[in-house]
């Protein structure tokens, strides 16, 4: 999943980034609101983690400028303001959950699992897709009860596929789910992971279909897969 970090304390914002990102996901970290809000304008991310004390443009206005453009996106706001009525402002504004400074990452991450799971249509961590059973919390994936071995950025791949089912997703869709700005994937890198899910899910009820010169399309299905 993509996943913004607005945080201006640069240790702290490296520190989440670095966390995140070795669970698979693609991460970025901005320091500055104004910058931050103007890259949200036209490029969408799954999840945001929103400092409130920003240079710019504050935190809070930030998100008030999401939320009156429609934006949907989930936001974790980090603070440390821990007043009730602060929280309770943050929420009516518009915040999805927040954290209070200092964290442990470990709640961090299933605060961020949570909403992603959220933004995807699932009430529960752990689900069931014909066959293959999905475990967010360990990044754990079971065909036939049989647990399967998977990298973490495959089983972001995954994701992907199964929060979009039945949705025809470009090459270029999936790049900004899957890998930060600072990474510069190969052409041929979404064929690459892309073929190496189809093999590690040929006995589970996931068929991912090629469709030639658009992208890739994923159903849950009991038919034959194509490979």
Do not use: W
């Amino acid at each position: 999943m993509r996943i913004l970090v607005v945080e201006d304390t640069q240790v702290l914002g490296q520190a989440i980034c670095e966390r995140l990102t070795s669970l698979g996901h693609g991460v970025d970290l901005i320091g500055d609101g104004k910058r931050a809000d103007e890259l949200l304008k036209y490029q969408s991310v799954d999840l945001i983690l929103l400092d409130l004390n920003l240079p710019g443009l504050s935190g809070l206005q930030l998100l008030q400028k999401l939320r009156q453009r429609d934006d949907d996106t989930p936001v974790l706001i980090l603070t440390a303001r821990d007043q009730i009525e602060d929280r309770i402002r943050l929420l009516d504004e518009g915040a999805d959950d927040y954290l209070t400074k200092p964290f442990d990452f470990g709640e961090l991450e299933a605060r961020c699992r949570a909403l992603l799971r959220r933004k995807q249509g699932y009430a529960a961590n752990t689900t069931e897709h014909g066959n293959i059973l999905v475990n967010r919390d360990s990044r754990q994936v079971f065909i036939d009860g049989e647990l399967t071995a998977i990298t973490n950025r495959e089983f972001r791949l995954l994701e992907i596929f199964l929060g979009h089912l039945g949705r025809v997703l470009s090459k270029d869709e999936i790049t900004d789910h899957l890998f930060n700005f600072n990474e510069t994937p190969g052409p041929n890198a979404i064929e690459l992971y892309v073929g190496r899910l189809r093999k590690k899910m040929v006995k589970g009820d996931l068929a991912i279909n090629t469709l030639r010169g658009i992208g890739y399309v994923a159903e849950i299905t009991k038919s034959p897969k194509p490979q």
